[in-house]
C-alpha cells in the first residue's frame, strides 16, 4: 500500500499524551493531511502537515521526509478524541497529483 | 454554505439496475473526486475532476462513469450494479488539497 498506518485500535486513558504515525511509498507525496472520522460519518479535516510541521490546540503534526512518514500528537487526550484518524497525501505528476491518497486509519479509544 | 451536498443517503439496488449518485458543493471548488470506503480496504478513488470538462480515473473506475458539465455538480453513474459495489460512497471537493467530503451515500446492492 501507498500509506499505511497501524489500524489499532488504540486504547488510550483519558488525558495522555497520543501518537499516531503513517508512512508513505511514494517520494514525489508533497502534501499531507490528517483526517478524523467518526463512526458513520464522512471524513473531516483535522489539519493539513506543512513541512515545518503545525500545530493547533492540542494537536501537533510533523512531517519527516528523509524517512518518509508524518505524525499526529494528542495532548491531555479527551473522550471526545474518540474517533478514527486517517493520514492523506498528495503529489505526483500530472492531474493525478492533486487527489488524495488515505492510509486505513488508526481507530482510537480514549477511556475515563 | 451547503458544502458537499450528496443525494440519495441510502439507496438499495437490485443487480444489474443503474442509478445515478448526485454530487454538488457550492463553494467553486476546481477539485472534485469520489471515493468509496469498504472495510479493511480504506477510502480508494474511483474518480476524479479537476475541472468543469475534464475527468480522469482513479484507482478503481471499472463499473462507474462521472461528467462534470460544470463547476457545481459531479455526478457518478453506476452502469449495472453489482453486489461488490456495495459501499459508503464520498464525493469531495478542494481548491488547495485539504478536501471538503459530502455526508456520504450508503448503497446496498442484493
Known amino acids: 500500500k501507498e500509506v499505511e498506518q497501524d489500524p489499532g485500535p488504540l486504547s488510550v486513558p483519558e488525558g495522555a499524551i497520543v501518537s499516531l504515525n503513517c508512512t508513505y511509498s511514494?517520494?514525489?507525496?508533497?502534501?499531507f493531511f490528517w483526517y478524523r472520522q467518526d463512526c458513520r460519518k464522512e471524513p473531516k479535516l483535522l489539519m493539513s502537515?506543512?513541512?515545518s510541521g503545525n500545530e493547533d490546540g492540542r494537536f501537533t503534526a510533523k512531517p519527516n521526509r528523509a524517512s518518509q512518514y508524518i505524525s499526529l500528537h494528542i495532548r491531555d487526550s479527551k473522550l471526545s478524541d474518540s474517533a478514527t484518524y486517517l493520514c492523506?497525501?498528495?503529489?505526483?505528476?500530472?492531474?493525478?497529483?492533486?487527489?488524495?491518497?488515505f492510509g486505513g486509519g488508526t481507530r482510537l479509544m480514549v477511556k475515563p | 454554505n451547503a458544502g458537499v451536498t450528496q443525494t440519495p443517503k441510502f439507496q438499495v439496488l437490485k443487480t444489474g439496475q443503474s442509478m445515478t449518485l448526485q454530487c454538488a458543493q457550492d463553494?467553486?471548488?476546481?477539485?472534485m473526486s469520489w471515493y468509496r470506503q469498504d472495510p479493511g480496504m480504506g477510502l480508494r478513488l474511483i474518480h476524479y475532476?479537476?475541472?468543469?470538462?475534464?475527468?480522469d480515473q482513479g484507482e478503481v473506475p471499472n463499473g462507474y462513469n462521472v461528467s462534470r458539465s460544470t463547476t457545481e455538480d459531479f455526478p457518478l453513474r453506476l452502469l449495472s450494479a453489482a453486489p461488490s459495489q456495495t459501499s459508503v460512497y464520498f464525493c469531495?471537493?478542494?481548491?488547495?488539497?485539504?478536501?471538503?467530503f459530502g455526508s456520504g451515500t450508503r448503497l446496498t446492492v442484493v
Open positions: 475532476s479537476v475541472g468543469a470538462g475534464i475527468t
Open positions: 511514494n517520494s514525489a507525496s508533497q502534501s
Open positions: 469531495a471537493s478542494s481548491y488547495d488539497g485539504g478536501y471538503t
Open positions: 492523506a497525501m498528495s503529489g505526483g505528476t500530472g492531474n493525478a497529483g492533486n487527489m488524495l491518497t
Open positions: 502537515v506543512y513541512s
Open positions: 463553494m467553486n471548488h476546481e477539485y
